[in-house]
């Protein structure tokens, strides 16, 4: 085994998954609301893709601000679904499971668009890439899709719409609520991938 996925089962990290056919898929249930929503969307996607899937529990919602945990946004936030640190803890728990497992690359999904989070940009996972390497073992994080808007993501992965149906991405409950961010993005993209309205 050597290639993992952090995989929430949105729309971007569903197409990572059918293009690049990692050897193991990771979710982590961290308190978010969708929870229930995106590990539903998890474990279909990897059924279909015949892609191992585990999933890890690690409750932080105590120290999370914004939609996903149905607080007001951090006085920091760039947006309302902003989490502190939520990509740092999600690569730092995702790699112990790689170190477990014996996977030596992690794929992270995030795109161009991502880049105005702070650890959504080319220079986080720069960096984050170093820490990791300054530590035991030979976990890296690479990001296939970070040139890359979504709807250019679903036409390079040629992903079917029958595997992005199952997908995800709505940041405030596990049944698609069609009016937070995440749920907007997964419309348009859906609309200017296929060519019509969803």
């Known amino acids: 085994m050597t290639t993992a996925l952090l995989l929430s089962g949105g729309m971007d990290s569903t197409c990572i998954a059918y293009w690049k056919r990692p050897s193991l898929a990771i979710t982590i249930n961290y308190g978010q609301k969708a929870a229930a929503g995106e590990m539903r969307a998890s474990t279909a996607i990897c059924e279909a893709l015949d ?49 477990a497992a014996g996977v030596s690359e992690l794929m992270f999904g995030s795109l161009k668009s991502d880049g105005f989070h702070a650890d959504g940009a080319p220079p986080f996972f720069m960096a984050i890439n170093h820490l990791l390497e300054l530590q035991e073992g030979t976990v890296a994080v690479t990001t296939p899709a970070i040139h890359l808007d979504a709807h250019e993501l679903v036409q390079v992965s040629r992903t079917p719409i029958e595997i992005l149906a199952w997908s995800h991405s709505c940041h405030v409950d596990d049944i698609a609520c069609g009016f937070c961010r995440g749920c907007r993005k997964h419309f348009e993209t859906m609309s200017i991938a296929f060519g019509h309205s969803y």
């Open 51 to 99: 892609i191992q899937h585990v999933v890890v529990e690690a409750n932080i919602s105590a120290l999370g601000s914004g939609d996903m945990v149905g607080r007001a946004p951090s006085v920091s936030a760039p947006a309302t679904e902003w989490w502190p640190y939520r990509n740092q803890f999600l690569i730092t728990t995702a790699a112990m499971k790689c170190h």
